[in-house]
Protein backbone atom coordinates (compact mmCIF):
# COMPACT_ATOMS: atom_id res chain seq x y z
CA UNK A 1 0.00 0.00 0.00
CA UNK A 2 2.94 2.50 0.50
CA UNK A 3 4.36 1.84 -2.58
CA UNK A 4 1.42 2.70 -4.24
CA UNK A 5 0.65 5.52 -2.41
CA UNK A 6 4.65 6.49 -3.05
CA UNK A 7 4.04 6.06 -6.89
CA UNK A 8 0.38 8.07 -6.61
CA UNK A 9 2.85 11.26 -5.10
CA UNK A 10 4.97 10.94 -7.50
CA UNK A 11 2.46 11.29 -10.61
CA UNK A 12 0.32 13.96 -8.73
CA UNK A 13 3.94 15.57 -8.67
CA UNK A 14 5.01 15.46 -12.00
CA UNK A 15 1.34 16.65 -13.15
CA UNK A 16 1.85 19.60 -11.22
CA UNK A 17 5.04 20.44 -12.38
CA UNK A 18 3.77 19.85 -15.84
CA UNK A 19 0.53 22.42 -15.11
CA UNK A 20 3.04 24.73 -13.59
CA UNK A 21 5.16 24.74 -17.06
CA UNK A 22 2.44 25.16 -19.29
CA UNK A 23 1.24 27.93 -16.93
CA UNK A 24 4.05 30.25 -17.56
CA UNK A 25 4.41 29.57 -21.11
CA UNK A 26 3.64 32.41 -23.23
CA UNK A 27 1.42 32.30 -25.95
CA UNK A 28 3.75 31.76 -28.86
CA UNK A 29 5.65 29.19 -27.05
CA UNK A 30 1.89 26.92 -26.38
CA UNK A 31 1.27 27.45 -30.30
CA UNK A 32 4.82 25.93 -31.07
CA UNK A 33 4.00 23.05 -28.50
CA UNK A 34 1.20 22.43 -30.60
CA UNK A 35 3.05 21.93 -33.72
CA UNK A 36 5.46 20.60 -32.16
CA UNK A 37 2.91 17.77 -31.26
CA UNK A 38 2.71 15.97 -34.77
CA UNK A 39 6.07 14.81 -34.41
CA UNK A 40 6.74 11.31 -33.00
CA UNK A 41 9.63 12.49 -30.70
CA UNK A 42 9.31 9.66 -28.03
CA UNK A 43 11.20 7.38 -30.76
CA UNK A 44 14.16 9.92 -31.44
CA UNK A 45 14.98 10.23 -27.44
CA UNK A 46 15.33 6.28 -27.18
CA UNK A 47 18.45 6.06 -29.98
CA UNK A 48 21.35 8.11 -31.32
CA UNK A 49 19.91 11.44 -31.86
CA UNK A 50 18.48 14.06 -29.42
CA UNK A 51 16.70 17.13 -30.14
CA UNK A 52 15.78 20.36 -28.46
CA UNK A 53 13.42 22.73 -28.76
CA UNK A 54 12.99 26.36 -28.28
CA UNK A 55 12.96 29.84 -29.45
CA UNK A 56 15.64 32.22 -30.95
CA UNK A 57 15.69 35.96 -32.52
CA UNK A 58 14.70 35.72 -36.03
CA UNK A 59 17.77 37.35 -36.88
CA UNK A 60 19.73 34.53 -35.61
CA UNK A 61 17.39 32.00 -37.27
CA UNK A 62 18.25 33.62 -40.73
CA UNK A 63 21.70 32.44 -40.14
CA UNK A 64 20.74 29.13 -39.47
CA UNK A 65 21.41 28.28 -43.24
CA UNK A 66 24.63 29.07 -43.25
CA UNK A 67 25.30 26.61 -41.02
CA UNK A 68 24.17 23.79 -43.80
CA UNK A 69 27.70 21.86 -43.48
CA UNK A 70 27.26 21.12 -39.69
CA UNK A 71 25.71 17.91 -38.35
CA UNK A 72 22.20 18.82 -37.04
CA UNK A 73 18.63 19.75 -38.70
CA UNK A 74 15.82 21.80 -37.70
CA UNK A 75 12.56 22.74 -38.63
CA UNK A 76 10.25 26.23 -37.66
CA UNK A 77 7.48 25.50 -35.34
CA UNK A 78 6.19 28.96 -35.08
CA UNK A 79 7.23 32.43 -35.83
CA UNK A 80 6.20 36.20 -34.89
CA UNK A 81 7.62 39.33 -35.15
CA UNK A 82 10.69 38.60 -33.22
CA UNK A 83 11.58 35.28 -32.66
CA UNK A 84 11.47 31.93 -34.23
CA UNK A 85 10.40 28.45 -32.27
CA UNK A 86 12.33 25.49 -33.49
CA UNK A 87 13.23 21.58 -32.91
CA UNK A 88 16.65 20.64 -33.70
CA UNK A 89 17.78 17.37 -33.99
CA UNK A 90 21.83 15.89 -33.73
CA UNK A 91 23.39 13.18 -32.49
CA UNK A 92 24.10 12.60 -28.76
CA UNK A 93 27.41 12.46 -29.48
CA UNK A 94 27.75 16.32 -30.62
CA UNK A 95 25.18 17.36 -27.86
CA UNK A 96 27.33 19.58 -25.95
CA UNK A 97 28.80 21.02 -29.16
CA UNK A 98 25.35 22.39 -30.58
CA UNK A 99 24.09 23.50 -26.87
CA UNK A 100 26.87 25.78 -27.19
CA UNK A 101 26.84 26.19 -30.52
CA UNK A 102 23.08 27.68 -30.67
CA UNK A 103 23.50 29.42 -27.33
CA UNK A 104 25.93 31.85 -28.65
CA UNK A 105 22.81 31.90 -31.24
CA UNK A 106 20.45 33.46 -28.44
CA UNK A 107 18.37 30.50 -28.52
CA UNK A 108 16.74 29.99 -25.31
CA UNK A 109 15.52 26.40 -24.82
CA UNK A 110 11.88 25.70 -23.60
CA UNK A 111 11.74 22.37 -21.39
CA UNK A 112 8.88 20.36 -22.87
CA UNK A 113 5.63 19.72 -20.68
Same mark, same amino acid.
Request: charged letters at 25%; aromatic letters at 14%; proline letters at 4%.
Given at each position: ? &???? +? +?? *?? !??? &?? !???? #???????? @? @??? =????? +??? %??????? $??? #???? $????????? &????? /????? !?? #??????? /???????????? &??? /?? =? *??? *????? *????? %?
Amino acid at each position: M &KKIL +Q +QA *EA !VCD &KN !VAIA #TTISTLHK @D @DKI =ALENL +QSY %PLDELDE $GFI #TFKF $GRMPLNSFQ &KLTLY /HSEEF !VF #TELHRNK /HNAWIIYVCLKS &KEE /HF =A *EFF *ESMYF *EPITI %P
